[in-house]
């Protein structure tokens, strides 16, 4: 005889069956069966935040920290409504994700009574799959296959809509079991020596890389295909986590995103390689192609819509990134000989005076001037965080104008030491770091955010404190919104910046941080900035540095 269990347990238990650890949420009333069904679930712990966009922000940056399936709930239609911001930015980066509402009773539903909506359909262009439960029996096969589906790459978000009347009812079932597709394949034989042999054709090939290094757990592979070739490998001009290790004598940095700078960069080369992601990702329209003409790509990866997307490919594999180059290293080895060596010795020296590790020396130098500089030079700060973060330190980077030489001076080591803003919809760096610390309890996170942004998502501070988190927000306050500014300026020549400064009155981040539970403080002399950064960073607990820098738009 079948087990008898109410809906709501057999949700929860089956989302403990798929691994899923935290359930973020934000409860109303039609999500109270599950909350009435948590003291039975303690092994499942709940983080409330103080609004829906934040839980499924906390959510994603606790998948992206982690790998790992995870699961967030939001209260019918208007919270839906209200997540959609941070559920494109989840679909962007590809988070394997189960977001959940709860919707009025079946029985009630027709009537369209207060708060109801149509779910399915306003989840389902950000969703790998949408679907509403409208028998309890369903809801067993229906968590199982959104848990394969979400985890499958190419990885995405679902969602399920759980109305109350099957939350509430009690039938006998099965739970059935979890499914996980293993899509670690690698290439055949056939298409390993077709590629082998092209890029060894290649007398000048650049390597791009993108977020599926991550997702593979393949910097060290990365690092080795470069390294053999002797050729400069680049992050793409979206890097949102670890693509490349930092330190390795082929990197060069990110590309910037900007169509001339990425062109010019691709320019000397004749062989692009773009492993695990859109290569060329552009923000701002411009005239002006980021591909250089006639300059050849091959490509590999398993998200479908990045192979080829906007430039055809000489060759493209759809396999995973870390399998192939575990293949293709030694197959370039063993076909490129000495002559192979010797070239790759020859470019390693030849980078050696221009990749990343030199960039950053002769970076730091420059930086350095501004360190009397008062109010306090932003470039200056970054440099001040890099260096007072401990190296087992997680950034969780949205500075967006703020953060611009961030990447030239941390250091990629790990693949999740790393995470900003992909998607460029503001307002996830605060409660992302929340979820990225509950994911990673043992390592410090810091959070280095615009004051800008930063107030689409104040609230995440409460989450923070309320678990205790050993994470830190640095608060660059520049008192508007520069980037906008600096956009108007470049773009249309007016500086009359309407509706881009928040200076009357003045926000006070410590102020908003110390009545939601942090300790906070403001600094305003340059000098201060690495003694108190080192004692935040290095102790227990949340808390809010508010730094005043300058608010000069160039």
């Avoid at 069966?33 to 829906?52: C, F, N, R, S």
């Avoid at 009630?108 to 949408?130: I, S």
């Avoid at 001037?369 to 700060?381: F, N």
Wanted: charged share 20%; glycine share 8%.
């Amino acid at each position: 005889m079948k087990n008898r269990i109410t809906g709501r347990s057999a949700f929860l238990a089956l989302l403990k069956d798929e691994g899923v650890t935290h359930l973020f949420g934000n409860p109303g009333t039609t999500e109270l069966p599950i909350m009435h069904a948590l003291k039975d679930h303690p092994d499942l712990t709940y983080v409330m935040a103080m609004q829906e966009s934040l839980v499924v922000a906390m959510a994603d940056g606790f998948s992206r920290a982690s790998g790992k399936l995870v699961a967030c709930n939001v209260h019918v239609a208007p919270g839906l409504g209200n997540a959609m911001g941070s559920l494109y930015n989840a679909s962007f980066t590809g988070t394997p994700l189960i977001l959940t509402a709860g919707q009025q009773e079946q029985g009630h539903g027709l009537t369209e009574p207060v708060l109801y909506g149509p779910l399915v359909q306003m989840a389902t262009p950000l969703v790998k799959w949408a679907v509403e439960v409208t028998r309890l029996e369903d809801l067993p096969r229906i968590v199982r296959r959104a848990a394969k589906i979400a985890t499958t790459p190419p990885t995405g978000p679902v969602f399920i809509s759980l109305p109350g009347d099957i939350l509430n009812a009690e039938v006998g079932i099965e739970l059935g079991r979890s499914t996980r597709v293993d899509t670690r394949v690698r290439p055949s034989e056939d298409s390993l020596k077709a590629l082998a042999a092209r890029i060894l054709k290649a007398e000048r090939p650049v390597i791009v890389v993108g977020d599926e290094i991550v997702k593979s757990d393949a910097l060290r592979e990365a690092a080795d295909l470069a390294e053999t070739l002797g050729c400069p490998a680049w992050q793409s001009p979206t890097p949102y986590g670890s693509h490349f290790l930092s330190e390795s004598p082929s990197f060069m940095g990110a590309i910037a995103r900007l169509q001339k700078v990425a062109r010019d960069v691709l320019a000397p080369h004749d062989l692009l390689i773009a492993l695990g992601g859109d290569p060329l990702r552009m923000s701002v329209y411009s005239e002006v192609d980021p591909l250089p003409d006639g300059l050849s790509i091959v490509q590999v990866g398993l998200v479908d819509s990045d192979l080829a997307r906007n430039y055809g490919a000489e060759i493209a594999v759809k396999a995973d990134v870390k399998e192939t180059l575990r293949a293709l290293v030694p197959a370039l080895k063993e076909l490129g000989g000495g002559a192979l060596e010797a070239r790759a010795r020859q470019g390693l020296a030849a980078l050696s005076t221009k990749n990343w590790a030199a960039k950053r020396k002769a970076l730091v130098e420059q930086i350095s001037k501004a360190s009397q500089t008062s109010p306090i030079d932003p470039d200056w700060l970054a440099l001040q965080v890099v260096e007072a973060m401990p190296d087992n330190a997680i950034l969780v980077d949205e500075g967006l104008t703020s953060s611009r030489q961030i990447l030239g001076l941390r250091s990629h080591r790990d693949r999740y030491g790393y995470h900003a803003l992909a998607s460029g919809g503001i307002g996830w760096g605060l409660p992302a770091a929340v979820g990225v610390s509950l994911a990673n309890p043992q390592r410090p996170v810091v959070c280095y955010s615009g004051d800008g942004s930063s107030m689409y998502s104040i609230q995440s501070l409460w989450t923070a404190a309320n678990h205790k988190l050993p994470l830190t927000f640095v608060i660059v306050n520049n008192g508007g919104y520069r980037i906008i500014k600096q956009r108007l300026l470049a773009f249309h020549g007016d500086d009359n910046y309407v509706g881009m400064d928040f200076i009357d009155p003045p926000v006070d981040f410590t102020g908003v941080a110390r009545s939601l539970g942090l300790e906070a403080i403001k600094v305003t002399d340059p000098q201060e900035l690495k003694g108190v950064m080192k004692s935040a960073f290095s102790r227990p607990g949340a808390k809010l540095i508010e730094v005043m820098v300058s608010n000069s738009v160039n």
